[in-house]
Nanobody
């Protein structure tokens, strides 16, 4: 199995900053992409940013210029630096990863989600 664990959420005032981290662990063979999603109360889960391995970063329009996502491939970690936070950024932030688990000879795909971390931005 592949587990994702997020950390770094919390309460912050509008205009403030937070940094989220997510670590993937387990029998990972390789990761194709890692991403951050969020879900506000009463709304559907939406993509915040995605980082394909060796590919281009993609941000949602609502966070462009304010959020920065980065990966540490050696540590199977993805971070989300959130600046100039707004009340509408409030929600549960989820880490997602997809790739292959197992070994070179015995690989199977995985698609995993973290448990989520709460981010609350007060006005």
């Amino acid at each position: 199995q592949v587990q994702l664990v997020e950390s770094g959420g919390g309460l912050v005032q509008a205009g403030g900053s937070l940094r989220l981290s997510c670590v993937a662990s387990g029998d990972i063979y390789r990761i194709f992409a890692m991403a951050w999603y969020r879900q506000a109360p009463g709304k559907q889960r939406e993509l915040v940013a995605t980082l394909p391995t060796g590919g281009s970063i993609n941000y949602s329009d609502s966070v462009k210029g304010r959020f920065t996502v980065s990966r540490d491939n050696a540590r199977n970690t993805v971070n989300l630096e959130m600046n100039s936070l707004k009340p509408e950024d409030t929600g549960v932030y989820y880490c997602h990863a997809e790739g292959q688990r197992g070994t070179f000879l015995h690989r199977t795909p995985f698609d995993s989600w973290g448990q989520g971390t709460q981010v609350t931005v007060s006005s």
